[in-house]
Nanobody, 125 residues
Framework: VQLQASGGGLVQAGGSLRLSCAAS????????IGWFRQAPGKEREMISC??????????YYADSVKGRFIISRDNAKNTVVLQMNSLKPEDTAVYYC?????????????????WGQGTQVTVSS
């Protein structure tokens, strides 16, 4: 599967962005999808993921984004969307989506095999 992340940009604090992870070569419904981010000088971190639909489509959110970000599937468009609300300057980072075919409830514990290129999100104060 090939992944393409898009939707990044520059937004003021308190604003919203909608990131999309589009797939080609395979149906995303057969993959767990994770969203990661990496800020300058920091390690990459997982911020959200959604398990394979047959595992119940369980979602995970890091504490730093819980209550502000929402991950969802759009199977008709073969994409996974990350809706980001109430953005903060500390959300500034390059955001990546990744996929894994493991059928497991806890997507946060998976090792993701397929990665898209990143999309830059910049939140100004």
């Amino acid at each position: 599967v090939q992944l393409q992340a898009s939707g990044g940009g520059l937004v003021q604090a308190g604003g919203s962005l909608r990131l999309s992870c589009a797939a080609s070569g395979s149906a995303l419904d057969y993959y767990a999808i994770g969203w990661f981010r990496q800020a300058p000088g920091k390690e990459r971190e997982m911020i959200s993921c959604i398990s394979i639909s047959s595992s119940g489509g369980r979602t995970y959110y890091a504490d730093s984004v819980k209550g502000r970000f929402i991950i969802s599937r759009d199977n008709a468009k073969n994409t996974v969307v990350l809706q980001m609300n109430s953005l903060k300057p500390e959300d500034t980072a390059v955001y990546y989506c990744a996929a894994d075919r493991t059928n497991y409830w806890y997507c946060s514990q998976l090792v993701y095999d397929y990665w898209g290129q990143g999309t830059q999100v910049t939140v100004s104060s």
